[in-house]
Protein backbone atom coordinates (compact mmCIF):
# COMPACT_ATOMS: atom_id res chain seq x y z
CA UNK A 1 0.00 0.00 0.00
CA UNK A 2 1.57 3.60 -0.67
CA UNK A 3 0.66 6.92 0.92
CA UNK A 4 0.29 10.18 0.12
CA UNK A 5 2.25 11.44 3.33
CA UNK A 6 0.74 15.24 2.68
CA UNK A 7 -2.74 13.71 2.76
CA UNK A 8 -1.93 11.53 5.54
CA UNK A 9 -0.58 14.53 7.68
CA UNK A 10 -3.29 16.56 6.99
CA UNK A 11 -5.59 13.35 8.28
CA UNK A 12 -3.65 12.96 11.16
CA UNK A 13 -4.10 16.87 12.01
CA UNK A 14 -7.86 16.10 11.70
CA UNK A 15 -7.92 13.27 13.89
CA UNK A 16 -5.65 15.15 16.74
CA UNK A 17 -7.72 18.14 16.44
CA UNK A 18 -11.36 17.05 17.09
CA UNK A 19 -13.30 17.99 19.70
CA UNK A 20 -15.58 14.94 20.42
CA UNK A 21 -13.30 12.38 21.39
CA UNK A 22 -10.45 12.61 23.62
CA UNK A 23 -6.83 11.32 21.72
CA UNK A 24 -4.11 10.47 25.13
CA UNK A 25 -0.73 9.56 23.76
CA UNK A 26 1.89 8.54 26.51
CA UNK A 27 5.71 7.28 26.79
CA UNK A 28 6.52 3.92 27.70
CA UNK A 29 6.74 5.63 31.55
CA UNK A 30 3.07 6.20 31.51
CA UNK A 31 3.66 9.82 31.05
CA UNK A 32 0.84 12.12 28.66
CA UNK A 33 3.04 13.20 25.28
CA UNK A 34 -0.55 13.92 23.48
CA UNK A 35 -3.79 15.42 24.70
CA UNK A 36 -6.10 16.88 21.84
CA UNK A 37 -9.09 19.33 22.53
CA UNK A 38 -11.50 16.66 22.82
CA UNK A 39 -9.73 15.47 26.35
CA UNK A 40 -9.65 18.66 27.36
CA UNK A 41 -13.58 18.92 26.55
CA UNK A 42 -13.80 15.76 28.40
CA UNK A 43 -11.23 15.54 31.00
CA UNK A 44 -11.01 19.70 31.80
CA UNK A 45 -7.41 19.68 32.11
CA UNK A 46 -5.31 22.08 28.75
CA UNK A 47 -2.97 20.61 27.10
CA UNK A 48 0.03 22.42 29.17
CA UNK A 49 -1.50 21.62 32.55
CA UNK A 50 -1.30 17.29 31.88
CA UNK A 51 1.56 17.12 29.07
CA UNK A 52 4.54 14.94 30.98
CA UNK A 53 2.20 15.09 33.87
CA UNK A 54 1.04 10.74 34.74
CA UNK A 55 -2.04 9.35 33.56
CA UNK A 56 -3.24 9.59 37.10
CA UNK A 57 -4.72 12.58 36.87
CA UNK A 58 -7.59 10.95 35.39
CA UNK A 59 -7.41 7.58 37.39
CA UNK A 60 -9.68 7.65 40.67
CA UNK A 61 -7.12 6.13 42.91
CA UNK A 62 -8.88 2.98 43.88
CA UNK A 63 -7.99 1.87 40.34
CA UNK A 64 -4.17 3.11 40.21
CA UNK A 65 -2.67 -0.36 40.81
CA UNK A 66 -4.64 -2.44 38.40
CA UNK A 67 -4.09 0.50 35.91
CA UNK A 68 -0.34 0.23 36.38
CA UNK A 69 -0.35 -3.42 36.55
CA UNK A 70 -1.86 -4.02 33.40
CA UNK A 71 0.57 -0.66 31.90
CA UNK A 72 3.81 -2.81 32.81
CA UNK A 73 2.30 -6.03 31.09
CA UNK A 74 1.16 -3.77 27.93
CA UNK A 75 4.82 -1.65 27.79
CA UNK A 76 6.64 -5.46 28.50
CA UNK A 77 4.81 -7.09 25.80
CA UNK A 78 3.90 -5.14 23.87
CA UNK A 79 0.05 -6.77 23.60
CA UNK A 80 -2.98 -5.67 25.30
CA UNK A 81 -5.47 -7.90 27.53
CA UNK A 82 -8.31 -6.57 25.23
CA UNK A 83 -9.02 -7.98 21.90
CA UNK A 84 -9.20 -5.55 19.12
CA UNK A 85 -12.66 -4.93 18.90
CA UNK A 86 -13.10 -4.86 23.17
CA UNK A 87 -13.73 -1.22 24.43
CA UNK A 88 -12.73 -0.92 27.57
CA UNK A 89 -14.85 1.11 29.90
CA UNK A 90 -13.47 2.67 33.33
CA UNK A 91 -14.59 5.59 35.42
CA UNK A 92 -12.05 8.23 35.18
CA UNK A 93 -11.64 11.77 36.80
CA UNK A 94 -11.97 15.09 35.62
CA UNK A 95 -10.17 18.08 36.37
CA UNK A 96 -13.48 19.18 39.06
CA UNK A 97 -12.80 16.10 40.90
CA UNK A 98 -15.99 14.77 39.13
CA UNK A 99 -16.24 10.74 38.50
CA UNK A 100 -17.30 10.29 34.45
CA UNK A 101 -17.46 7.19 32.84
CA UNK A 102 -15.22 6.71 29.55
CA UNK A 103 -14.94 4.09 27.04
CA UNK A 104 -11.96 4.08 25.06
CA UNK A 105 -9.51 1.49 22.52
CA UNK A 106 -5.89 1.36 22.96
CA UNK A 107 -2.96 1.10 20.58
CA UNK A 108 0.16 0.45 21.31
CA UNK A 109 2.81 2.92 19.74
CA UNK A 110 6.52 1.33 18.80
CA UNK A 111 9.38 2.98 18.01
CA UNK A 112 11.76 3.09 14.93
CA UNK A 113 13.48 -0.12 16.31
CA UNK A 114 9.93 -1.26 16.40
CA UNK A 115 10.11 -1.77 20.19
CA UNK A 116 7.19 -1.15 22.41
CA UNK A 117 7.24 3.20 23.07
CA UNK A 118 3.90 4.15 24.59
CA UNK A 119 0.13 3.89 24.05
CA UNK A 120 -2.27 5.74 22.12
CA UNK A 121 -6.06 5.46 23.66
CA UNK A 122 -9.31 6.92 21.84
CA UNK A 123 -11.99 8.06 24.71
CA UNK A 124 -15.59 8.82 24.56
CA UNK A 125 -17.58 10.36 27.70
CA UNK A 126 -20.09 7.53 28.08
CA UNK A 127 -21.35 8.99 30.79
CA UNK A 128 -24.89 9.69 30.52
CA UNK A 129 -25.31 6.13 28.87
CA UNK A 130 -24.17 5.14 31.81
CA UNK A 131 -26.71 6.63 34.19
CA UNK A 132 -29.36 5.72 32.15
CA UNK A 133 -28.73 1.93 31.91
CA UNK A 134 -28.34 2.03 35.38
CA UNK A 135 -31.54 3.79 36.21
CA UNK A 136 -33.41 1.01 33.90
CA UNK A 137 -31.42 -1.96 36.35
CA UNK A 138 -32.79 -0.13 39.36
CA UNK A 139 -36.41 0.23 37.54
CA UNK A 140 -36.60 -3.40 36.69
CA UNK A 141 -36.53 -4.68 39.58
Do not use: C
Amino acid sequence: MTTNEPRVSAIASALFGMESDAIIATDKAGAITLWNPGAQRIFGFAATEVLGQSLDVIIPEKLRDAHWNGYVKVMTTGQSRYEADQMLKVPALTADGRRISVEFTLAVVLDEKGEVDGTVAVLRDVTAAFEEMRELRRAAR
